[in-house]
Structures are given as C-alpha cells and as structure tokens.
C-alpha cells in the first residue's frame, strides 16, 4: 500500500504564497489519482484539488479555483499543491491521499497532514 508524506506548510501572511508537497512511498503512485483535502479547526476535511493518472484531469474545489494548481512529478513520486493569494480562510492542515479512479470517491490511505496557517 501506497504510503503518502506531506510537507511544505507552515505560517505566512494573506497573499504570500506556498507550495505542498506529497511525497509516496511506491511508484505504483503513478497510476493513481491524487487529491489534496484540507480540515480546518472544527470544520469537516474538504476537498481542495486532484489530479488523474498522467495529468490528464484535474479538478478543483470553487473556492479555491484560480489560485491553487495542482501538479504531479512521477518521476519524484510527488503531487504538489501551488498555493498563491493565500487567504486567512485557507488556514487548515492540508491532507493528501490517492484513490484508484478519478470519478470515485474511494480515497486513502491518507498521510499524516502539514499545517498551513495565513494571517491577516
């Protein structure tokens, strides 16, 4: 089983930028969809972006159309997650997991999640 490692959170202001990283464990990674959720305090995990085997689909959550690009590098076994106008409303701990088709909803196994914190 696929394991998943995010990193590149951490605490900026409205407007900056930063980029997530998910790192996996197996190049069989390249096969999946990979997504980005995020959980803030107290609210449900959401989706925010995913992509399909290769690139070729990818989809994002409404609010955050525009400013956040989602990308794959499989010869690094790594998704990102470019993330530029931060908001104070995208403070939350940023979930990457894979599933086995772009159009299910079957998700996991899902890493351990990197703090991102914009103030304003």
């Known amino acids: 089983q696929v394991q998943l490692v995010e990193s590149g959170g951490g605490l900026v202001q409205a407007g900056d930028s930063l980029r997530l990283s998910c790192a996996a464990s197996?190049?069989?990674?390249?096969?999946?969809?990979v997504g980005w959720f995020r959980q803030a305090p107290g609210k449900e995990r959401e989706f925010v972006a995913r992509?399909?085997?290769?690139?070729?689909?990818?989809e994002y959550a409404d609010s955050v159309k525009g400013r956040f690009t989602i990308s794959r590098d499989d010869a690094k076994n790594t998704v990102y997650l470019q993330m530029v106008s931060l908001k104070p409303e995208d403070t939350a701990v940023y979930y990457c997991?894979?599933?086995?088709?772009?159009?299910?909803?079957?998700?996991?196994?899902w890493g351990q999640g990197t703090q991102v914190t914009v103030s304003s």
């Open positions: 997991a894979t599933s086995p088709s772009f159009y299910t909803g079957t998700w996991g196994p």
């Open positions: 197996e190049r069989t990674v390249s096969s999946l969809t």
């Open positions: 992509i399909s085997s290769r690139g070729r689909n990818i």
